[in-house]
Every structure is written in structure tokens, then in C-alpha cells.
């Protein structure tokens, strides 16, 4: 019995026709050439016989069935047929045969019905039941003599067989490999329940219960606040209720670990020693005397208190003046931990106060994350770039800032996340800035500011020669033996440094002091290292430097190499050009003037400040006393710069007639003002004293001194304004 799947409308319609005329009604069953077991997409006439195989099925319609795809044909074949003509063509009967039969009926039901004496039903009864693709159950189909047939048959069985044994094999091997992970995954279930028995372990829940139980009363025995204590205990009893796959429990648990994260009630102790703190500050800093006598009066107010909690404390300087390595060293002074994070750009208050705990990945903000971290609750936290904050639609961070530092509240801080008061008042704040404008008024306003000016031409030398060159020398390899005791192969003058910062690095700090070192550093290396390569023998195989360790073959090329000086003349060797060439670029007879209307003055900047020229010149032209006001004003000044250069010009107007009442030069003159490089943009009232200068340099045709500059802004009655902005 073999089933057939049809997919021609009109043949199943014919089929139907002569199976519902006679139940014993008969079909001849042939197989295409060059076709698949799978139903084709489209049906198409045989138009050949050559299409068909000649020998085929006369079978007898046992059943149909519709189905989605076209109607399931049930036969039951006969006896060989062979196709000998085509009286018409009709519609097609595309078919797919079956040859799985064996997992579709019983062979038990047949083996009855079959003679296994008889060869030619034996033959017919192994094919039929065999997986064999289509053109081999043909070529059975067409032999006739049946000793070739059961051959054919019996390599058809064989293969069979070999395959039905590899899928045994597989059955198998998948078998004894899931009862072995069923076997262990009982025998460890067997195993937990016995040590749970016994007492020798206990499940994930009991024992993280029991961890946070020791945890809590370590928190009794520091007499850890009492609110503090109550949420612990609460949270704590709220685990134990929780069932361990409940989604809550591991929300609890996190919230659990964090609360039991922050130290409660453990403080380090201050070391409040003045000698000790001036070494300290000595030892890593240059210069800077203010500073440090500000930090040492901090430290001797903490010790007559007992303590030096509730500061906070705000450095504003330019860049590399050593703001966050001062803030170290109090920390190190103080012995206590120090921990550092930067808020420049950061614009959600999440960071600060800490996210809800209803969101996903919530955890607690910066100052809780510190507490962690140090492991005590009265560390040296640092906030750097704190005059870099920003604001967004997540809110405004400068504003969750002020009760952080804020000596008042800080105290009682409550963390989003927490939702617990933590104290924070033991904690010192040390906060560094560039720009004191751009700090928030209030923020500021909590903050004891401390200004750092920068380092003049002296300190900058003794830095550079105390503790930058001898880094750089140890960074590059550079120092004999190691640091072993041996004298450096390397040294640079005072006067090549002095020459050093006058032309290539003039910045307030010493951040590009120390990468210039760097680089000169870096090309002497250089050098030896290739002198020391091209005077050596070459290698050969009984001796190379792969026996020598690295460490040894550094060694020996500084402790052979000859001692060098760096002095002013090597400067552009291995620095380059000066960047810096010239202190002005006015030039005078005698060297000791500027050309009349030319001011040198002081721009100020967060990086520190550079000197800027105010330039002024006249042109004859006749105008009534009525007429004032500066006639042209380039260098693309800001707004407050221009109400300025009008300011300066009427107190000099003002300031020449009552100096000189005969002087007609702004009644007769045009008067052109210009602030070089242009593609700069400037702004602040800070030039008004050498605007005012310029003018009246210019009005009485007395140059000013090359040497001189001035800041500062200019009143209508001439009265000198401290700086009070930047260009």
C-alpha cells in the first residue's frame, strides 16, 4: 500500500468520479523521469512518454482523502503493468511518493498476507518498505528476472540496515548522555539535601540571610544612627519574607549589599601635625607659599577642634598649577582616603542623588559610590572641573551639589537610591576650578575659595630642575644604574630652562613645561641608544642580546655613555623652533619706547592670561568741536570692549584739555583703535586703563615704555577699576 499526494483539481475530480461509480476501480501508477519526491510548484501536461517510465503499478484505489494542499491518494498495488500507448491526454496526476512506508503501517500487518516463500512477493515486499530514492525503486520495478531483482533488492536492504544501525548508534549515544546529566543532576540534589541534614550547608537564601545578620550586627556594635539601623532591620526581615524567586528578592538584595556597603560608623583618624603636613607639602610642591600657609592654618584650626569636618574648600587657577595634586597631598598630610571624581559636562542628577529604585539598573549616586570605595565615612573627596557643570532636561547637577556641600544639610544627605539619611558632614570636600565666573552663585556661595595664580620664571626653573627633569630622566631610563646610587648621564642648565619657559612654554602651570623636558629627554635617548647600536660589534650567534635581560642591556648603554649637558645653545636642537621669539613686535630707535598710540596690555583667560596690544592712529581731518567719538574700531571686539574704547576716548579727550588747553589733536585728528590678531574674538572692560593710555599717548605724541603693561578697568571720571572680567 503506498500513499500519493495529488495537487490537480481535475484529476482528483476524476478519481472521485470513478472511485464513487466503483469501489474496485483501478489506476495504472508510473513514475516520472528526472523528478524529486517533492510536489512541484506548477502542473504540467505529458505532452511524451518519454517523460514517463515504460514500466510501472496497476493499483486499486483504496481511499482519498482532501487535504489543504490537493487530496491524499491511498492505492494498493497489484501487479507490474507496462505502458505500451496513450489513447488521450488528459489532466495530470502530479504525485509525490512516499517510500517511508515502514514508518506508516505495521509490518507486522503485512508480513501475514505475504508468502516469504515466494521470491517474486519477497522481492516486492523489501522494496516497498525500503527508503530508496525513486529511479532505484524503478530499476526493481522493470527487472523481470527475479534472481537480478532480489540482488538488487538485497543492496537496497543494506544500506538500510547501515543507516537504521548509525541511527541506533546516535539514539544512543543521546540516551546515555541524558541519563548521565539526569543520574548527576539527582545524585547532587541527593547530595545538598543530605549536608542540609547534617547542617554542613545551606541554601543560597539561608546563608545570604546570615551574611547580612553578621553584617547587622557589626552595624550595632559601630552604633550606627538609629534611622539608619531602622531601615537595615526592616529591609533585612522583608528578604526573609520574600520567597527566593520572587523578581523582588533580588531588587531587596541589591538594596540590601548597597546599604550594607557604606561603612557605618568607620572613621579613620586624622594625623593633625604641622610639621608633618610642611614636609608633606614641601616634598611635593614648589613654591606656592600662601597656599600652604592657608592649608597648615586648616590643619592647626583642626587640631585646637579636634577634627577638621565640615570644609568645604574651592582652587581656582588656571590649568597645571597643581590644584588636584594639592588636594592629594592634604590627604596624604591628613592620612586620610582620598578619592577623586570629575563632574566637567556631567548634566543628569542621578550621578549626584542617585537614581529611583523602581528603574532598571538603579544604583546610588558619586558621593555614596566614594564611601564604598574608601571603606570609611570621613575620606578627602575631590570634585574636579567643577566650574564645567552642565544642565539638561535630567536636571541641573549644581543644584543636587548644594546639599552635598552645604556643611548644614550635609549631615542628613539623602540618596535617591538609599532613600536614607547619610552622614556627610565628617567628609572633606576639596573642589578645583579655571574659571571663577562660571561657577553657580549659590554653589560658590557654600565654598571657601582659594586662588592660584600660577608660577613666575624662578619657580618654573626650580620646578622644572627639582622635579620634573629628574622624572623625566627615570621615565626615559636615563639615570645610571637604575637610581642605584650612580650620577645621571643627563643634565639641562638653569639657564637652558630659564631660556626654555621665556620661549616655549609661557602658560600659568607647568603642563607644558613638563612635556617639552619630555621630548628633550626623549631625543637624547635617542641618540645614545643609536651611538651606542652603531659602536657595538655586531652580533653574532655565540653572543647577542637575547642573553642579556633587557634591564641589563639598558644599563649598559647609560652606564657607557658620556655625560650630557643640555645648555641655551642645544635648545632649538632638540625643542625646535621658539614659539616665542620676540617680547613685542614693535621695535624702537633706542629700544626703550613704543611708537606713540601703542599700549601693551594684560589679557586674562582661564588658561592665565598673555599680553595684548591696544593700537591707535590718526588722521588729519577737520571736524567741528562737536563731534566725538572713536571713528573706527577693529580687532573684533565684544560688546563691553567697545563701550570701553568709548569711555576711554572721552576721559582722554577730557584728560588732554585740561593737561594741555592749547592741544586741538582730537578736534583735527581721525582716531582708528585696533586690538591685533583679529580672528580672535575679545571682550571685558579690563582695557580701559590701556585704552585711555593709547589715546592720550597718542593725543600728546609721548611714546610709553615697551616694558610697561597695565589692566585694569577705566571709569568716566578716570577712576581705576580692579579686573572684573576677561577677554
Known amino acids: 500500500m503506498s500513499a500519493f499526494m495529488v495537487k490537480d483539481e481535475a484529476t482528483i475530480e476524476k478519481l472521485k468520479e470513478a472511485r464513487d461509480k466503483d469501489a474496485n476501480s483501478y489506476v495504472g501508477v508510473f513514475l516520472r523521469k528526472n523528478s524529486s519526491l517533492e510536489l512541484p510548484e506548477k502542473s504540467d501536461i505529458i505532452k511524451d512518454l518519454n517523460d514517463i517510465y515504460s514500466v510501472g503499478t496497476f493499483a486499486q484505489i483504496q481511499n482519498i482523502v482532501k487535504t489543504d494542499v490537493g487530496a491524499q491518494l491511498i492505492v494498493l498495488g497489484h501487479r507490474r503493468v507496462s505502458l505500451l500507448g496513450i489513447d488521450a491526454y488528459g489532466p495530470p496526476a502530479l504525485v509525490k511518493i512516499n517510500p517511508l512506508l515502514q514508518e506508516q503501517l505495521h509490518l507486522s500487518t503485512w508480513m501475514g498476507r505475504i508468502d516469504l516463500n515466494n521470491p517474486y512477493q519477497l522481492a516486492d515486499f523489501a522494496t516497498a518498505i525500503s527508503t530508496a530514492e ?40 543521546v540516551e546515555e548522555k541524558m541519563s548521565k546529566q539526569q543520574r548527576e543532576y539527582f545524585l547532587r540534589e541527593q547530595l545538598k539535601s543530605i549536608k542540609k541534614e547534617l547542617g554542613m550547608e545551606k541554601d543560597g537564601k539561608e546563608a545570604l540571610v546570615e551574611k547580612f545578620r553578621g553584617h547587622l550586627q557589626s552595624a550595632r556594635d559601630r552604633n550606627v544612627a538609629a534611622t539608619a539601623m531602622t531601615v537595615l532591620e526592616e529591609e533585612l526581615n522583608k528578604l526573609e519574607s520574600l520567597e527566593k524567586s520572587s523578581p523582588e528578592f533580588n531588587v531587596t538584595k541589591a538594596y540590601l549589599e548597597w546599604l550594607f556597603a557604606v561603612p557605618w560608623g568607620v572613621f579613620s583618624q586624622d594625623i593633625l601635625n604641622l610639621q608633618q603636613a610642611r614636609k608633606v607639602l614641601d616634598d611635593d610642591h614648589y613654591g606656592l607659599q600662601e597656599i600652604k600657609t592657608r592649608i597648615l592654618e586648616f590643619i592647626a584650626v583642626g587640631k585646637l577642634k579636634g577634627s577638621v569636618s565640615g570644609k568645604i574648600i574651592c582652587f581656582i587657577g588656571p590649568p597645571g598649577v597643581g590644584k588636584t595634586s594639592i588636594a592629594k597631598s592634604i590627604a596624604k598630610a591628613l592620612d586620610r582616603k582620598f578619592y577623586r571624581f570629575s563632574v566637567g559636562g556631567l548634566t543628569d542628577t542621578a ?22 570605595t574608601t571603606g570609611v565615612m570621613n575620606p578627602l573627596i575631590l570634585i574636579d572641573e567643577i566650574d564645567k557643570l552642565g544642565r539638561s532636561h535630567n536636571g541641573d547637577p549644581a543644584s543636587a551639589l548644594l546639599e552635598l556641600l552645604d556643611p548644614n544639610q550635609n549631615s542628613n544627605f539623602i540618596d535617591h537610591y538609599l532613600d536614607t539619611p547619610v552622614d556627610f558632614s565628617n567628609v572633606l570636600f576639596v573642589c578645583t576650578a579655571n574659571d571663577e565666573s562660571t561657577i553657580p552663585g549659590p554653589l560658590k556661595d557654600r565654598m571657601e575659595v582659594i586662588r592660584l595664580s600660577g608660577y613666575d620664571i624662578p619657580e618654573k626653573v626650580a620646578i622644572a630642575s627639582q622635579y620634573l627633569v629628574p622624572k623625566s630622566i627615570k621615565e626615559a631610563g636615563l639615570d645610571a644604574n637604575n637610581g642605584e646610587g650612580s650620577q645621571n648621564r643627563l ?119 598673555s599680553p595684548i596690544f591696544i593700537e591707535t592712529a590718526a588722521t588729519s581731518c577737520a571736524f567741528s568741536e562737536r563731534d566725538s567719538g572713536v571713528h573706527m574700531v577693529t580687532g573684533q571686539l565684544g560688546s563691553v570692549m567697545r563701550e570701553s574704547v568709548n569711555i576711554a576716548y572721552t576721559y582722554a579727550r577730557k584728560f588732554t584739555k585740561e593737561f594741555d588747553a592749547e592741544n586741538k589733536f582730537f578736534n583735527n585728528n581721525q582716531v582708528h583703535l585696533h586690538v591685533p590678531e583679529g580672528a580672535i574674538s575679545k571682550d571685558g572692560p579690563s582695557a580701559g586703563v590701556a585704552m585711555t593710555t593709547s589715546f592720550v599717548s597718542l593725543a600728546l605724541n609721548q611714546p610709553v615704555l615697551p616694558r610697561v603693561a597695565m589692566t585694569g578697568e577705566i571709569s568716566l571720571t578716570g577712576k581705576v577699576l580692579p579686573v572684573g572680567a576677561r577677554l
Open 491 to 609: 643634565s639641562i642648565t638653569n639657564d637652558a630652562l630659564e631660556l626654555l619657559i621665556k620661549n616655549y612654554c609661557r602658560e600659568s602651570g607647568v603642563r607644558s613645561l613638563e612635556k617639552m623636558v619630555d621630548k628633550i629627554v626623549r631625543k637624547i635617548a635617542f641618540e645614545l641608544v643609536g651611538k651606542f647600536e652603531d659602536s657595538a660589534p655586531k652580533p653574532t650567534e655565540a653572543s647577542s642580546d637575547a642573553d642579556q635581560s633587557p634591564t641589563e642591556v639598558g644599563r649598559a648603554i647609560v652606564d657607557s655613555a658620556p655625560m650630557v649637558v643640555v645648555d641655551t645653545g642645544d635648545l632649538e636642537k632638540y625643542a625646535g623652533k621658539p614659539i616665542f621669539t620676540e617680547e613685542t613686535m614693535y621695535e624702537s630707535k633706542d629700544d626703550h619706547h613704543f611708537p606713540p598710540g601703542i599700549v601693551m596690555g594684560l589679557a586674562w583667560n582661564p588658561l592665565g592670561g
Open 351 to 372: 550621578e549626584i542623588k542617585g537614581h529611583r529604585r523602581t528603574y532598571i539598573g538603579a544604583m546610588p549616586g558619586k558621593p555614596i559610590q566614594c564611601l564604598k
Open 134 to 173: 525513486g529511479h532505484e525503486l524503478q530499476r526493481v520495478l522493470e527487472l523481470e528476472n527475479i534472481e537480478e531483482r532480489l540482488s538488487v533488492v538485497l543492496e537496497l536492504l543494506v544500506k538500510d540496515r547501515e543507516l537504521a544501525k548509525l541511527q541506533k548508534e546516535i539514539n544512543q549515544q
